[in-house]
């Protein structure tokens, strides 16, 4: 699985194409009190109820607060066969927010 750092996700979201999306895997408490505009929220722990839609996206890059939640998100997901998936690391919606960049 490609392993990128959170500002390397922040250079891809200028570009972001149409079948690519951003999967927040905080709870949606921490969701709702601001997100990376266009995301969508699932619970790490239930990225598995969704795995079979995740599989029509060409990449699907999953990030949580600091890294740990996305990582076990990423392994959940390549575990059931997923492909398409790039783990968010190195700082994720903490460094986000830190570095000021737009929230939703």
Known sequence: MEQISIDQLHERVQTLGD????????????FSEGHIPGARNTPHEEVDFIADELRDYDTVYVHCKMGGRAKIASQTLE????????????????RWRDMGWPVE
């Open 79 to 94: 575990s059931l066969g997923l492909t398409n998936i790039v783990c968010v690391g190195n700082g994720g919606m903490q």
């Open 19 to 30: 079948n690519e999306v951003i999967l927040d895997v905080r709870s949606p408490g921490e």
